[in-house]
């Protein structure tokens, strides 16, 4: 199985710093890598597929980038409403897998 | 507009099997695939299953021995079937579109295993 492992596991920031969100996976997964945003007591949403791919509705402050092992999710000065969890997904082997998710506090 | 939308039962006794039922609108079947998720509370995402557009299957391997994913295109719908259920198997059950990433979601349908 690939594993994919996010970090940092809690990121404090307060509103208006950018941030990078890290997600490294256990072999090489080209660009098999999907991002989803979820907030409390709602479903995911998809913010970049791809590794880089940008999904329509989704603000341009998201930005994914990586390849390989390596995969970042940015988060150009972040908004009061992007203070959720955010999980790493890879489709590059039939059995897909999730991170265990980023926390995104407000400090 | 694209909707995907959770059924089935609240709470199932251990050992017994699970059915639950997705129904979808906004998109065909025959065109897209279907996954499920699921999340145990306070937890973290787990794929199950997924039907692809064509009618084939994958199966979570971990799980692949007691799930069964099946479609009725007629309906709009897609069916999951999990038995011998356990308290682990408490969570959170989503269909989303996709499968190779998921672009839109159920609201979810919480199972509660217990006796």
């Known amino acids: 199985n690939i594993v994919l492992t996010q970090s940092p596991a809690t990121l404090s920031v307060t509103p208006g710093e950018s941030v990078s969100l890290s997600c490294r996976a256990s072999?090489?997964?080209?660009?098999?890598i999907h991002w989803y945003q979820q907030k409390s007591n709602e479903s995911p949403r998809l913010l970049i597929k791809?590794?880089?791919q940008s999904i329509s509705g989704i603000p341009s402050r998201f930005s994914g980038s990586g390849s390989g092992t390596d995969f970042t999710l940015s988060i150009n000065r972040v908004e009061s409403e992007d203070f959720s969890i955010y999980y790493c997904?890879?489709?590059?082997?039939?059995?897909?897998?999730f991170g265990a998710g980023t926390k995104l506090e407000l400090k | 507009q694209v909707q995907l939308k959770e059924s089935g039962p609240g709470l199932v006794q251990p050992s017994r099997t699970l059915s639950l039922t997705c129904t979808v609108s906004?998109?065909?079947?025959?065109?897209?695939?279907v996954s499920w998720v699921r999340q145990p509370p306070g937890k973290g995402l787990e794929w199950i299953a997924a039907i692809w557009s064509g009618g084939s299957t994958d199966y979570n391997s971990a799980l692949k021995s007691r799930l069964s994913i099946s479609r009725d295109t007629s309906k709009s719908q897609v069916l999951l079937k999990m038995n011998s259920l356990q308290t682990e198997d408490t969570a959170m059950y989503f269909c989303?579109?996709?499968?190779?990433?998921?672009?839109?979601w159920g609201q979810g349908v919480m199972v509660t295993v217990s006796s």
């Open positions: 791809y590794a880089s």
């Open positions: 997904q890879q489709s590059y082997s039939s059995l897909y897998t």
């Open positions: 989303a579109r996709g499968a190779y990433y998921f672009d839109y």
């Open positions: 072999q090489s997964i080209s660009t098999s």
């Open positions: 906004g998109f065909s079947l025959t065109s897209y695939g």
